[in-house]
């Protein structure tokens, strides 16, 4: 497996790991008072988003030629440590 394959099962594996994360929260949310569960929903919404986003970026990033590879790198863990950091701080407000 080449360095690049191994980078990308690697980021695919960690944001798999969040959103894993993320549908437990959303399991524990239904139990939830009403305006609790709405700021959630909302909160919970942001965060599939840049779940979304991340996936979009894995897409790319899989499809990079050699030359732009290495740029994207750079621009795919931006993005994930935003997802992660956004989730951490979801979760630490629950």
């Known amino acids: 497996m080449s360095k690049r394959d191994e980078y990308i099962e690697k980021m695919k594996l960690q944001l798999d790991e969040v959103n894993a994360r993320m549908n437990e929260l959303q ?3 239904q139990a939830a008072k009403q305006d609790a ?6 909160e919970m919404a942001k965060l599939r988003q840049q779940s979304q986003l991340a996936l979009a970026k894995l897409d ?12 994207m790198v750079a621009e795919m863990e931006k993005i994930r440590d935003a997802f992660t950091h956004s989730f951490h701080y979801f979760k630490s407000q629950l």
């Open 27 to 29: 399991a524990k949310a």
């Open 37 to 42: 569960r709405d700021t959630y929903e909302a």
């Open 60 to 71: 790319e990033l899989r499809a990079a030629g050699e030359d732009t590879w290495e740029t």
